[in-house]
């Protein structure tokens, strides 16, 4: 089955524990990406990579990390957790920047962080 | 990415079409339109897209106007499972990469 894998589900942390959250796809989609989602402020991307060891800043990339060592994963690295991140985050993937066929999300990670 | 302008909420009864529209005057040629909708904190899904011409899946249809200023996403027999935040977005050729969510209209299928 197509589909793109978060894990964890859930996460509590503490403030300042170094912290990875993983996203793979089975598609072999060049594009993916990462947004959090807050209320009402909606998704916003935080980064993406438009193929391996290509990635680029989104709106909100301040506090992340992520790199791009080969096509299928794209982690998500929190070096120092803080409270204003917690939230719902989303990897999505797909064959284009622009959207191709559409892109597909993860099921989501919600994040707590105290 | 071009502006989409969306009423915030919308209803429908179960059964009967629900026609969602989206303005986006500033939508260039070759831009696309795209349609997603998130059910309650789920990962947002693909619903259609299109450039020019209408589209059916087996989802839903997307009704794009002549002047490609606005477009329509008709559900032609909504169910309580199709309540969900419907986003309509148009990726910029010129912003490759980046996809921005607006705040999409809450669509609710009542009984």
């Known amino acids: 089955e197509a589909q793109v894998t978060q894990n964890p589900r859930y996460l509590i942390t503490v403030t300042g524990k170094k912290l990875t959250v993983t996203c793979s796809q089975n598609m072999n989609h060049e594009y993916m990406s990462w947004y959090r989602q807050d209320p009402g402020l909606g998704l916003r991307q935080i980064y993406y990579?438009?193929?391996?060891?290509?990635?680029d800043k989104g709106d909100v990339p301040e506090g992340y990390k992520v790199s791009r060592k080969e096509k299928r994963n794209f982690p998500l690295i929190l070096e120092s957790p803080s409270p204003n991140q917690t939230s719902l985050y989303f990897c999505?993937?797909?064959?284009?920047?622009?959207?191709?066929?559409?892109?597909?999300f993860g099921s989501g990670t919600r994040l707590t962080v105290v | 990415d071009a502006k989409t302008t969306q009423p915030p909420s919308m209803d429908c009864a179960e059964g009967r079409a629900a026609n969602l529209p989206c303005n986006h005057s500033?939508?260039?040629?070759?831009?696309?339109v795209y349609w997603y909708r998130q059910i309650h904190s789920q990962g947002p899904q693909y619903i259609i897209h299109?450039?020019?011409n209408n589209e059916t899946n087996e989802m839903a249809s997307l009704i794009i106007t002549e002047d490609r200023k606005s477009s329509t996403l008709i559900l032609p027999h909504a169910t309580l499972r199709d309540t969900a935040v419907y986003y309509c977005?148009?990726?910029?050729?010129?912003?490759?990469?980046?996809?921005?969510f607006g705040q999409g209209t809450i669509l609710t299928v009542h009984p």
């Open positions: 500033t939508i260039s040629g070759n831009e696309y």
């Open positions: 977005i148009v990726p910029g050729g010129t912003s490759y990469g980046k996809l921005t």
């Open positions: 999505a993937s797909s064959s284009s920047g622009t959207g191709g066929e559409g892109y597909t």
């Open positions: 990579s438009m193929n391996v060891e290509v990635t």
């Open positions: 299109g450039l020019k």
